[in-house]
Structures are given as C-alpha cells and as structure tokens.
C-alpha cells in the first residue's frame, strides 16, 4: 500500500570490523564529547558541581546553534555525579550444562571491588567494552561478578543523537556473550541478540558494533547471552539530543536497580523449576486469617482460605525471586553501602531511572519530595507529579525533583538528606540511595512496608467490576437483543462449552458480535501463528478503535471465528500442559495502581497518566489485530505465550513492513509481566488518542487485557519476550519477523524451523571464519544437564536480512 511506513534503515549496514585484541587500541579510555570542556570532564569525573539557580520551569526549549546540543545550566559539571537460529537463541541464554561452570565462580574469595555509586560517564562515538568475569563484594561479602570494564553496573555510555558510535566487545569469557542495546533503534544485525540477528561473540574475539544514533533519551545495555545478565553484564546508556532538551534541570544523577544474589543463576532457576514458591518466605500464617477473621468476619476468612486452597495457589505469590536470596542494588550498592547523589539546596535535580534488575519490579519513592515524570523509556512524555511509581524490569523513566530551600531564623537554608527508596513488589527488600547537600550525609531508610496480597482481579475473577462477570442470563434484557440481525448461520453452535459456560469465560462459539451490540471480539492471532490481516470493515466493525481492545467490554475471552475472505481468524483460550488456568475476565487495567499500591494515601503514577509531549509519528489507525495470551503453569514452572512455550512454537509472529497493527495482550497468569519488543515501540493505547506513549516494554498487571499498536518500519527478525529473566528462559519468548514488502508471508530467503533441546533462552554456537553478519554454516547443538526443553528456530541466510 502507498501509504505504508518505509523501513528505517533501507540499505544493509556496511562491513564491520573485526580483529584479534592485539589489533585493537588500548581500551582504558573514554572520548569525550567535542563540545564538552576540559574542566567540565573533570568536575564530572570528580563528582562536583558548581551551585546554580533553581529553573524556572521543567520544560525549558531555547535556541541553539546548528550542530551544537543545547543544555541545562552547568550540566556538564553535574553530569552524573554519579537469518535467526532458535537453538543459538535459547542455548546462548541458558544452556545450564554449559553454563553450570559459572557455579564454580560465586563465591571468590580474591580480592573483590564494589559498585559505583557515582557512575562516570565514558563519552564519545567510540568505544572499548571488555567483558570479563571481575570479583565483586555486597556488603562484605565476596563473589564474581560478569562485568563490564570490571565494574557493576558496567561504564555509563554517554551518545549524542545523530551520531554514529562504533563500540569494540572483546570477549574475555570462557563463554559466548553478547550486548544488546535495550530500546535502540538499529539494524537487525547489531541488535545483540544471539541466534536472532547475529551469532554472539566467541570467547577471545572482538566484534564491532556500528549504528546511527536515532533517537535521545535514557536507556541502557545488558547480555542477552545466558543468565549473564543476573550475574552484573548491564550498564546505563544516556543519549544527548541533537537539539534542544526541552527538560529544564540543573543536575542530573543516573540510578540503574538491579537484584544481586550469590546463588548461581543456574541454581536459582534448577530451584524455581523444582518448587516455583521456593522464595516466597511472606506465606500466609495464622495470625493473618485471624487478623482477617476480625475485619470481614470468620464465615469470609474460611470462604478465602478454602477458595485459594481449591486452586492450589498463594495470595503473596507476587514474585518468584525475593529477598530471601537476593540484596536490591542501586549503582552496584546495597542499602548498608549506600551512596549520596548531591545537589544544591534549590535546585532541579533529574534522576534518570533504570530497572536493570533480572526479575524485581520496584516502587519508587522519595519520602517528603513529589517528583515529576517528564520521561518514559527514553521518550519525552507531558510533565505528570507524583509521589511513587511502579517501575517494571527493563523500564527507565526520568524524573525532575524540586529541592527545597528551608530557611530557619538563624540560616538561609537548613541542609536537609532524603531517601531514594527502590522496594521490590512483594516488600520482601529495598535498594536506597541519598540526595544530600554533602557527600556522606545520610538519611532515614524506611522501614519495609506491609506485604501485598493478591486478589480476585488479579485472578481475573472480579466479577463486581465487569458487566460480563458472572453473567446472570436470566436477567439479561433479551428483549434489547437484535436477535434478527443475528448471524445465526455463521455460529457454530457444536463448538459452545455449554457445560463449562460459567458464564465468567463464555465461549460463544461464533456469534455475531456487531449484532448483538458487542465490541468487536479482538480479530487476529491467539495461537502460535501470526494470521493475516482482518479486514474489520467487511465484518462491519472499521478499524480498531482507541482502547476498544482493551476495554472492559471483552473480558470474557469470546472464541470468536470472523470470516476474513480466504481464511478464517480463530482465536481461543490457549489449552495444554503450559496452561494452567485462564482469566475468566481480564479487564482494562491501565488506570488502576500497581500491586501493593491501591491503598497507599498518596498519588502514584499509573499508565493513564502518560501522554506523549509530541504526537505519534504515525496516526493511521491498525488494520489487523493480534492477540496473544500471556500464560504459565506455576507448578512446572513453565512460562508462555499462547500455551506454546519457546521450544515448540511452529514459526515466528509475521508483520508486514510499513503496516499498522495493533496487538492485543491478555494476562492470563497471576504474575505482572514486563513484555519488550525489540527494534520497534509500541504506542500504549491508553486513551491519549494521538499523543499515545511511546514504550519499549510494557507492564501488564495480572488478568489484564492491553493494546498496543505498532508500526512495523523494521524488517528483519527480532526478540519478543517477558523480560523477567527466568521466565524468558523458561519458554515466554518469541521471535517476530517483519517480512519486506512483496514477501508474502515467508521470508524471501530460507527459512528453517528447527527442534532442539530448551535452553531456555539463547544458545550455543559455532563460528565460521571472520565474525561477520551473515547466516553463514551454524551448527544446533544439545546441552546436556538442562532439565528444561526447548526449539531452535534458525533462519540460514546468504546475505544478511536487513531493511533498515
């Protein structure tokens, strides 16, 4: 069509270069950004920064000459003080035989370093990144860590939009690695994701990294090779705008969280996959059900505990890794090490926030400071005051902060410290920080708060707040029914469950929805197959409308069959083994609080709040729709899409390049699940119509249904998955293949689906000649020891796949 999107990068990225470590340059620099002084270098090395007057205003847009960035007063000086083979995939990420060495590692009794604190930026448009394994101490005690440039969190990568960067990674692992470049807007090729787009690097080589910098804002960068990740391989990444920043600040601070244990990874997930509730240490007692039995009474209290026995399930089940095993970092320290990030009484301060945790989602808060919210992963949103926000793994939000200045009789101001407080979901552990007007002042830390419980929503059963939920079809107003228009001949009346319509997860077979003044039921894609497009103006409904997907007026799960001219689109509740229950009635969640926040007596940010500063570059609306069901059994530890984990999904999900499409998630789990989909954003379909938020990854609460739409401007193959670590590599994991254009519905190159044992994640491979981007000969290959299964999908390509 015409008015397709085009590709980002329409010609394949040139040659990269590669070359043995004595080839390259000493790596023990940084350039510095052109426009960055000498002495601003060093007061940011230093940590200092000279006083500066409060802003005027957040939002500050000014002029600025041609090729030179404009920036907020004294920033320098405050700047932070502080073709795709499944096998390669899923072994690269897990392989626990092959990376079951690593438990020989943790712990180290050598000499070990500790986090940063003060992150000093390495600036610039080239790089040296050396991956090694670095001894690395929590609070006295000693392990190894995988590094970057031997620290934890690795070196704070400072880019300006509209640059080229060139970044060397040498691998000094006994093990293959990788980086992937988290929201980056990039070519297929350097999107660092083994088995993928690129066949990871070997240890002892050296592989090139070269990409325009397209967009500004603050990400950041981790292994997505093995559980490297959990192991300290991610760093923090700022990009500079080109123009000017229309953020008012006078400092900024990066805080990167993150979840440390000195168990192995490989033992955390071997313990997860034997009993999922290994971690859970807050279960439920008997002073809880008494504690309950004086509030709602003891007829409530029994009618509970029965309800969650019955199911075999556990209310505080909210996150699988606790801290029973892991410390909460911020900037590689633990809350007993804590850092103080410094300002100046009166000023601005920016805190650029990034959960680069494995598996934790936190609360974020500042007792006694409001922040305002002027960015979502890395994309400038309308300004929005809050007191707390939900931040799921993966996701970065920037916020501005207003210091005060407390005067006193006797003094001008009083030098007051506050708590930066980072509290893992299920309270079970916090990450801390400071914001002090000296270094080493410190403040209170709050004390963990009462833990949080699951509840009926969250299993997708509360029937009060849906107009579905429970249906009562005795009450029903059959007589507003249009039964005339009903297409009756369409419905195929054998395929209803009448004996299992409760009716909470009505299956009506294939009702006419339109007819009987339903929302269209979600056309497109629930099974491991990405279906074609629906033609929602021949089935009466148009195009999807804002929200409608995830409004509250499906939560039922219809398995509706649409007629779309040459095939149906079927979607169904996902069944088998890796299904362990459905949400009879997901609903619109987006304006709802985060778990463990609905009660709290001051303002959190929830996704209705965000609203894009500019509107969306791209304003058609969707022409097909895909659903897809986030699903798991507890018991066996199996985490999926559809039902169908990693292993035994029978292609990737197909976009087409230049179209518009919505995708549909339903959160069948009692989990939150932080979705990233790579090489592209989704815009949030959250009722902001044209200036939507822009987001690399997504959050979705339990039993929620959410939208998406998406822009496939960027052919090649990319990851799709749960960014929870240990479910990533226990099966929630996809590969989505945008097809250019005139490509049908397969690739124009070979394509090959290929079975290999799960590893869970990325895998293991075998290099043929120089480390260039090609499909070039790979081999699949077993690993003995892994207990979990899984399939490799491999795409063996003569050129490289490139439409951006």
């Not at 300290?232 to 920043?245: E, F, Q």
């Not at 409904?541 to 649409?562: D, I, L, T």
């Not at 899409?641 to 999904?649: A, H, I, M, Q, R």
Request: hydrophobic fraction near 35%.
């Amino acid at each position: 069509m015409n008015d397709q999107t085009p590709s980002r990068f329409p010609a394949a990225p040139r040659p990269e270069d590669h070359g043995s470590p004595g080839d390259q340059r000493p790596i023990e620099r940084s350039v510095a950004a052109p426009n960055a002084s000498a002495s601003s270098r060093v007061a940011a090395a230093a940590g200092t920064a000279a006083p500066a007057k409060p802003s005027e205003s957040i939002w500050e847009v000014g002029a600025a000459t041609d090729g030179e960035t404009r920036r907020p007063r004294d920033r320098d000086a405050g700047r932070p003080t502080p073709g795709f083979d499944r096998r390669r995939l899923l072994a690269s990420a897990g392989a626990l035989g092959a990376l079951g060495a690593l438990d020989a590692l943790l712990p180290s009794w050598a000499r070990a370093g500790t986090g940063l604190g003060d992150l000093v930026p390495l600036e610039g448009n080239t790089f040296d990144l050396v991956i090694d394994r670095t001894p690395f101490s929590v609070h006295g005690r000693r392990g190894e860590a995988v590094t970057i440039n031997g620290t934890v969190p690795g070196p704070l990568l400072r880019w300006r939009e509209g640059d080229e960067v060139t970044l060397r990674v040498h691998n000094r692992l006994d093990e293959d690695t990788s980086i992937h470049w988290h929201g980056i807007l990039l070519p297929p090729t350097m999107d660092g994701v083994p088995g993928v787009s690129f066949p990871g690097i070997r240890p002892g080589e050296i592989f090139t990294y070269r990409f325009p910098v397209l967009q500004a804002g603050t990400y950041w960068y981790h292994s997505h090779s093995g559980l490297q990740e959990q192991l300290g391989h991610y760093g923090p990444l700022v990009i500079d705008p080109r123009g000017p920043d229309p953020v008012g600040y006078d400092r900024e601070h990066v805080l990167v969280l993150s979840d440390w244990s000195f168990e192995s990874p490989q033992r955390i997930l071997s313990k997860l996959k034997k009993h999922s509730d290994t971690y859970n240490f807050g279960q439920r007692t008997v002073g809880d059900f008494f504690r309950r039995a004086r509030r709602d009474g003891l007829g409530e209290a029994i009618s509970d505990r029965a309800m969650w026995g019955r199911m075999r399930m556990m209310p505080t089940d909210i996150a699988d890794v606790s801290g029973a095993t892991y410390t909460f970092l911020i900037n590689g320290l633990g809350p007993d090490d804590a850092w103080t990030a410094l300002y100046e009484p009166g000023e601005r301060v920016r805190l650029r926030i990034i959960n680069a945790s494995a598996m934790s989602i936190f609360n974020v808060r500042i007792p006694g400071l409001p922040m305002t919210v002027v960015q979502a992963d890395g994309l400038d949103v309308q300004p929005v005051e809050t007191d707390e926000l939900q931040i799921g793994t993966a996701e970065t939000y920037d916020v501005v902060v207003q210091m005060p200045l407390e005067h006193t009789e006797h003094t001008e101001h009083t030098e007051r410290a506050f708590t930066f407080v980072a509290e893992s979901i299920d309270r079970s552990g916090l990450g801390a920080c400071f914001l002090a007007p000296r270094p080493g002042m410190r403040a209170e830390i709050p004390p963990l708060r009462e833990r949080p419980m699951l509840t009926m929503k969250d299993m997708g059963m509360d029937h009060g707040s849906m107009g579905h939920g429970s249906m009562d079809h005795g009450s029903m107003d059959h007589e507003s029914m249009d039964h005339e228009s009903m297409d009756h001949e369409s419905m195929d009346h054998s395929a209803m469950d009448h004996g299992s319509m409760g009716h909470g997860s009505d299956d009506h077979g294939t009702e006419d929805h339109a007819a009987m003044g339903h929302a269209p039921s979600n056309p497109g894609s629930t099974g491991a197959k990405s279906h074609g497009a629906v033609d929602h103006a021949a089935m009466g409904h148009g195009a999807p409308s804002e929200r409608a997907s995830s409004g509250q007026e499906h939560g039922m799960g219809h398995g509706a069959e649409h007629s779309t001219g040459d095939a149906a689109v079927v979607h169904d509740h996902a069944r088998g083994p890796g299904v362990a229950g459905v949400a009879e009635m997901p609903s619109d969640r987006l304006g709802e609080r985060g778990i463990g926040l609905e009660d709290v007596p001051h303002r959190v940010l929830v996704y209705t709040d965000l609203r894009s500063l500019t509107p969306n570059p791209d304003l058609r609306p969707p022409e097909r729709e895909i659903e897809l069901h986030l699903t798991s059994n507890m018991e066996r530890y199996m985490w999926s899409f559809d039902g169908v984990k990693f292993s035994e999904v029978d292609g990737p999900i197909v976009f087409h390049e230049g179209e518009r499409l919505r995708l549909t998630m339903v959160n069948d789990t009692m989990m939150p699940h932080p979705i990233h989909l790579h090489g592209m954003f989704f815009d949030l379909v959250n009722g902001q119509g044209a200036n939507k938020p822009r987001k690399h990854t997504i959050l979705i609460k339990p039993a929620e249904r959410l939208s998406v739409d998406i822009t496939a401007d960027a052919v090649g193959d990319w990851a799709f998955h749960c960014h929870l670590l240990y479910h990533m590599h226990a099966g929630m994991f996809r590969v989505v293949s945008v097809l250019p254009r005139g490509a049908g519905d397969r690739m124009e190159t070979e394509s090959e689906h290929l079975h290999a044992p799960d590893s869970g994640g990325h895998g293991e491979h075998e290099h043929h000649g120089e480390h260039e981007h090609h499909g070039g000969q790979q081999r699949d290959q077993e690993h003995p020891g892994h207990d979990a299964t899984a399939k490799s999908h491999r795409a063996e390509t003569s050129e490289p796949r490139n439409g951006r």
